[in-house]
């Protein structure tokens, strides 16, 4: 059978993938898209959509907790994690079939089977049943994601110890899990299963949890976890597991060297991912990768063999779904000779959708004091605004790192209610080159929780208005 050509082939369908290929019929190129699996990749499937979808239903279950006050109360009171799965499942579902829809409305070719570089802009796809085709394109655009990392000490069987796709799967909350590894994904997963009536503890080995963040967002973070009664232990490494059938015994080493024991039902290992780029083709084609099996690429996305380029996961830095589209967008752009400039690594916000959330941009307190920057700090407390007292969600704070010389928005960090939508705000900002003096004066509605973003912004000018 003769080669099929086509202006634009994709491998892999997730949000870098999908979102590339949408944007290339667009611009009026023939796309097809390889993927071996359901569109939507990760995100859609396994990663933001199912997590947000159960994270929602912990946050009920924990708003109901709290439901007296507001005159509501339960004769038996109980939660079960086996409906809120379900939900979470017919969610991503719903979600990733759109995608099929958004496909067949953009003429886009979705090829189902696994993709690999053959040279001279061909990829050969091994179908589902053995079959083999070849696709020629003279832009083959790499968008293959990444997995969970499996850790020698703690082999991932999704049974006993979880993945994060494992996590995704349970009917039934167990007794007790341990979460190893306190980023996003760890702390998403201790809310849920807290929330559900696990005793959750969380290991981790850096000196704080979600450690990227600003250290304030860490300790606030901490602090409002263990009084539902989440544990911790920061600065501790799981040094061995016995995996059992109905349990596993931990031992992990503490900062001082001491080690500790702890047997769970369940373990989640939450200990970050790694790219999809091994069967690739890309060494036989002489693609660069780095180190850690990142497809190198430049600011438009290209990889170092002309017409083959990387976006989204496998392409590395921010292992973030939003991140993953703009790359997409960014790479057809630039391929169709539209180019509207590079990605902005540092105004990409970082988002953890745990009750209370966590969200950021740009530089943490201490990132901008190592650089040098002479900063003014501000920091408004939810207790001084009256929406969130309203609705009874006042952890937490909205802080902003203003530069003294030109005021400019160096990092913005939230931890509370609506911050993963809140963070935006700061993010138009620091696109739009705004200061900090702009940020307030924008006029904010009353009552919100916008408010708090202008009074931050106030405060990194010493002049806090409700504080
Ligand atoms: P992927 O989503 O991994 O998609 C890659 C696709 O390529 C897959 O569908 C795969 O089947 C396919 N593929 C791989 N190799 C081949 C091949 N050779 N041939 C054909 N197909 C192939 N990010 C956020 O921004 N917000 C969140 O809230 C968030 N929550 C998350 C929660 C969890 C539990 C996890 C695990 C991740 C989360 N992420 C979140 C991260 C986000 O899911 C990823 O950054 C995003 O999915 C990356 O998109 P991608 O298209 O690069 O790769």
């Known amino acids: 059978m003769a080669d099929k050509k086509f202006d634009l082939v994709v491998v892999g369908g997730g949000p870098a993938g999908y979102v590339a290929a949408i944007r290339g019929s667009?611009?009026?190129?023939?796309?097809?898209?390889?993927?071996?699996?359901?569109?939507?990749?990760?995100?859609?499937?396994?990663?933001?959509?199912?997590?947000?979808?159960?994270?929602?239903?912990?946050?009920?279950?924990?708003?109901?907790?709290?439901?007296?006050?507001?005159?509501?109360?339960?004769?038996?009171?109980?939660?079960?994690?086996?409906?809120?799965?379900?939900?979470?499942?017919?969610?991503?579902?719903?979600?990733?079939?759109?995608?099929?829809?958004?496909?067949?409305?953009?003429?886009?070719?979705?090829?189902?089977?696994?993709?690999?570089?053959?040279?001279?802009?061909?990829?050969?796809?091994?179908?589902?049943?053995?079959?083999?085709?070849?696709?020629?394109?003279?832009?083959?655009?790499?968008?293959?994601?990444?997995?969970?990392?499996?850790?020698?000490?703690l082999p991932i069987d999704d049974t006993t110890v979880w993945s994060s796709t494992g996590a995704l799967f349970q009917q039934q909350a167990p007794a007790s899990l341990a979460v190893v590894g306190a980023g996003a994904v760890g702390m998403e997963f201790a809310d849920i299963y807290n929330a559900y009536g696990t005793k959750v503890t969380v290991i981790e080995a850096l000196d704080r949890i979600l450690p990227i963040e600003d250290a304030d967002s860490s300790s606030t973070l901490q602090r409002s976890f263990k009084k539902r009664g989440v544990q911790f232990h920061t600065g501790a490494k799981v040094k061995d597991a016995i995996i059992g059938e109905d349990s596993v015994q931990l031992s992990f080493e503490d900062k001082n060297g001491s080690t500790h024991r702890l047997e769970v039902e369940k373990v989640l290992s939450a200990v970050g991912r790694v790219p999809n780029t091994e069967d690739l083709g890309l060494k036989e084609n002489g693609v660069e990768v780095s180190p850690e099996g990142y497809i190198v690429v430049d600011h438009h996305l290209k990889s170092s063999v002309r017409g083959i380029y990387a976006i989204g996961d496998c392409a590395g830095k921010q292992l973030l779904a939003h991140k993953a589209m703009h790359e997409g967008v960014v790479c057809v752009e630039a391929i169709a000779g539209e180019s509207h400039g590079a990605v902005d690594y540092a105004n990409v916000p970082n988002c953890t959708y745990c009750h209370p959330e966590v969200a950021s941009v740009g530089l943490t307190e201490a990132q901008a004091r190592e650089q040098g920057f002479d900063i003014e700090v501000g920091k408004f407390p939810w207790v001084g605004n009256g929406r969130a007292l309203a609705g009874g969600h006042t952890e937490g704070f909205v802080k902003v790192v203003r530069d003294?010389?030109?005021?400019?928005?160096?990092?913005?960090?939230?931890?509370?209610?609506?911050?993963?939508?809140?963070?935006?705000?700061?993010?138009?900002?620091?696109?739009?080159?705004?200061?900090?003096?702009?940020?307030?004066?924008?006029?904010?509605?009353?009552?919100?929780?916008?408010?708090?973003?202008?009074?931050?912004?106030?405060?990194?000018?010493?002049?806090t208005i409700h504080l």
């Open 26 to 153: 667009q611009l009026g190129m023939q796309v097809a898209c390889i993927e071996e699996d359901n569109l939507g990749g990760v995100c859609l499937n396994v990663g933001c959509i199912p997590t947000k979808a159960l994270l929602s239903s912990a946050l009920l279950v924990n708003d109901c907790k709290l439901a007296a006050a507001h005159g509501i109360t339960f004769d038996n009171f109980r939660s079960d994690l086996g409906p809120a799965q379900k939900r979470s499942r017919d969610i991503a579902e719903k979600l990733a079939s759109g995608v099929a829809h958004l496909f067949n409305k953009n003429k886009i070719l979705h090829i189902k089977g696994r993709g690999r570089l053959l040279g001279e802009g061909s990829v050969e796809v091994t179908s589902l049943d053995g079959g083999h085709e070849t696709y020629r394109s003279d832009h083959i655009l790499l968008a293959t994601g990444s997995r969970p990392r499996d850790i020698p000490v």
């Open 404 to 463: 003294k010389e030109y005021s400019e928005i160096l990092g913005a960090h939230i931890v509370g209610p609506h911050a993963t939508e809140l963070i935006a705000e700061f993010v138009v900002g620091r696109h739009l080159e705004g200061t900090v003096e702009e940020m307030d004066r924008a006029m904010h509605p009353h009552p919100t929780l916008s408010e708090a973003v202008a009074e931050a912004a106030l405060g990194a000018l010493g002049r």
